[in-house]
Each structure stands twice: as structure tokens, then as C-alpha cells.
């Protein structure tokens, strides 16, 4: 799926300090997962560039792709000095072994082909790397609030097994976005990173950072990292 036709509304959504979940999940991701600064770094979707700056001022060197040219531009217009590329999460134009560090900041639900990207990330990933990876928690994924009220139910109506189209409109503080993407339960996951050749070393699900009372009931993500064994 190409975020092209919604990349104006995801470059003024992204920009706007504080206004979605980012801004509020970012550090645990950082802090927990992320580990220090290595020779490379390669993030997967990385749309306008928010995660790729943060990265940089800790001090990653860092390429970003993303398969939709109008946010690549508009993240190289914002850091005239980094690296950005059209590509295809599936197919990367690089060599084996070219980095030591991969993200996937909220973008492999994004991705028709996820296990391929994952098997792409191994490919271009150096024995001894990491691939840290956060999702939309694939139990949150499954079902929706009954209200807003703090002690709303959360309903699975569906079953969270099985890859499932996902698309819903979202709008706050006077902008709107459309999100179109999969939902894949955790197996999905695990299955992709070990098939690729990945060990799971570190799972988090970060505690409710937006004092919302209903996610100290459902984790709103998913944080691992993996390792890739020489």
C-alpha cells in the first residue's frame, strides 16, 4: 500500500508536535528497544521524515526509504543534508549486509508483502544487526472501544486470526487522514522474523502514555527487536 494519495494530509499530521500517538510513544521505543548508535541505520517507511531526524539527533546515520515520492521530498525538502530514496520495502536496492541497524517505525502493517520485507531486512542486514520494529498492537488491531468512557468495553467482534485488510478515517483538532493498512496478528509476525532468520530478543508493550485510562486495560503497541545471529 503507497501512502502517495494521502501524503499532504500525513505530512501535516506528522508535523504537528504532540498531535497523534508518536509523540507520546517515541521515547519508549528509543529507550527500550533501540540499541546505541552504530555504522548504519535503514528506516522502513519512513514517510516525511520524523522518525529519521529523531534518530539523528541520537546520533544514527541514518537512510530512509519510503515507496511514496511526494513524502520522500518532502523529507529531504525538511533535512536537505539526509539521505532519503524511493523504494520498495519488498525489493531494497542494497547490497547484502549494508547496515547494522534496521527500524520499522509503524510501517510494516503498511506493507502488502510484510514477510517479504521482513526477509528483505535480513538481506540487507550485517550478521550481528538488529531490526527493531514498532506495530499497532495486533490485539488492538482486533476490535474497538464501545465509547470513550473510561471504562469501556473493548470488543472483538471479528477474530484476530489471520491477516485482515484495515482501512478508517481519523480526524482531531481540525485535521483528517485516512489510514489503509493490514492487521496481522503477532504469529504473522514471529513467523516473518524467523523465516527470515531473526531471534526475538526483547518484546515490550509500552504502558499508557496518553493517560487515557482505557489503555492501562489494552496496549495501543507493539516494540520488539530482533537479532540477527552470525
Known amino acids: 500500500m503507497s501512502w502517495e ?3 499532504s494530509n500525513w505530512i501535516t499530521w506528522a508535523r504537528a508536535p504532540g498531535h497523534d500517538e508518536y509523540w507520546h510513544y517515541r521515547d519508549s521505543f528509543f529507550g527500550e528497544i533501540l ?29 530512509g526509504i519510503d515507496s511514496a515520492p511526494t513524502l520522500v521530498a518532502a523529507a529531504q525538502e525538511l533535512d536537505p543534508e539526509g539521505t532519503y530514496l524511493v523504494a520498495d520495502a519488498s525489493a531494497l536496492p542494497f547490497a547484502d549486509g549494508s547496515f547494522d541497524l ?15 520485507a521482513v526477509s528483505e531486512a535480513g538481506r540487507v542486514l550485517e550478521a550481528g544487526g538488529r531490526f527493531c ?19 469501556a ?14 482501512e478508517g478515517t481519523d480526524e ?16 504473522d509476525y514471529s513467523r516473518a522474523l524467523e523465516d527470515a532468520g531473526f531471534v526475538i530478543e526483547r518484546i515490550r508493550e509500552p504502558v499508557n502514555a496518553l493517560e487515557d485510562p482505557r489503555h492501562d486495560r489494552v496496549p495501543l503497541f507493539l516494540q520488539l527487536r530482533a537479532f540477527k545471529p552470525a
Open 133 to 151: 520494529v514498532c506495530v499497532t498492537h495486533p490485539f488492538f488491531d482486533s476490535g474497538e472501544w464501545e465509547s470513550s468512557a473510561p471504562d
Open 5 to 7: 494519495t494521502e501524503a
Open 172 to 187: 482531531r483538532a481540525g485535521l483528517t487522514i485516512t489510514f489503509r493498512g493490514w492487521c496481522y496478528p503477532l504469529g
Open 35 to 63: 540499541p546505541p548508535a552504530g555504522r548504519a541505520i535503514l528506516e522502513l517507511g519512513c514517510g516525511e521524515g520524523r522518525v529519521v531526524r529523531d534518530l539523528q539527533e541520537l546520533g544514527h546515520t541514518v537512510t
Open 102 to 116: 534496521i527500524v520499522a517505525y509503524n510501517s510494516l502493517m503498511d506493507f502488502d508483502e510484510m514477510p517479504r
Open 153 to 166: 468495553r473493548f470488543v472483538v467482534d471479528g477474530s484476530y486470526f489471520g491477516k485482515r485488510r484495515f
